[in-house]
């Protein structure tokens, strides 16, 4: 398929653990975006990357949130030292451009559980 | 982080009912957007605004752009049960064009 993929789909991980959430956005997209999704929450925009540079990392909770993107196309987010609330639903999406909403295309997500 | 008004949270309704659900913010978007969420899914576009004013259609869904820019609603008419899921509104904001989204309405339909 060429829509936007991530990986792993679920993820169940100890608390103080690190993880790593893989996106691989439609090819030739050189817009990225990480959102999080909460129990009950709407989704909580976290990180913006065009081409491998992230101009808006204005979302991201706190220091244990990184990401990267490499090649202007799979990104990385990585949470060090896990804690319960960083369970979520991680949702990446990707755009042709920076403009245009029509055009930004989700992933499936990642289901992550701190127990 | 900033979110969007969105009322109501849920709805139990009939097939064949229309549907209403409303967004407001405190901030002006010059962007609104309607999303659809199925479980174990990522949110579709299922309709965007781009003008104060704007009223558009796609096939049973309806919105519009409140002349304000802080406001939006959603029609569903006609429910049928695959309408099941959860909306949500989105304002598109800054020159990244992040998406500021609503707390969302569920909705179930009763076939």
């Known amino acids: 398929g060429a829509g936007v993929s991530q990986s792993p789909s679920n993820k169940v991980t100890e608390k103080g653990k690190d993880v790593e959430l893989r996106c691989d956005p439609i090819s030739g997209h050189t817009a990225l975006y990480w959102y999080r999704q909460s129990l009950g929450q709407g989704l909580e925009f976290l990180i913006y990357f065009q081409g491998n540079s992230a101009p808006d990392k204005s979302g991201l909770p706190s220091d244990r949130f990184s990401a990267e993107r490499t090649g202007g196309s799979v990104s990385t987010l990585t949470i060090q030292r896990t804690q319960q609330e960083d369970s979520a639903v991680y949702l990446c999406a990707s755009s042709p451009t920076s403009g245009g909403a029509k055009t930004q295309y989700f992933g499936p997500g990642t289901r992550l559980l701190v127990l | ?111």
């Open chain 2, 1 to 111: 982080g900033q979110q969007l008004n969105q009322s109501p949270q849920s709805m139990f309704i009939q097939e064949g009912e229309d549907v209403s659900m409303n967004c407001t913010s405190s901030s002006i978007f010059n962007t609104w957007l309607w999303y659809k969420q199925d479980p174990g899914e990522g949110p579709v576009l299922l309709i965007a605004l781009y003008k104060a004013g704007e009223l558009t259609s796609n096939g049973r869904l309806t919105a519009q752009f409140g002349i304000t820019r802080k406001d939006s609603f959603l029609n569903i008419s006609a429910s049928i049960p695959s309408d099941v899921g959860i909306y949500f509104c989105a304002g598109l904001s800054g020159a990244t064009n992040k998406l500021i989204f609503g707390t969302g309405t569920l909705l179930a339909v009763q076939p």
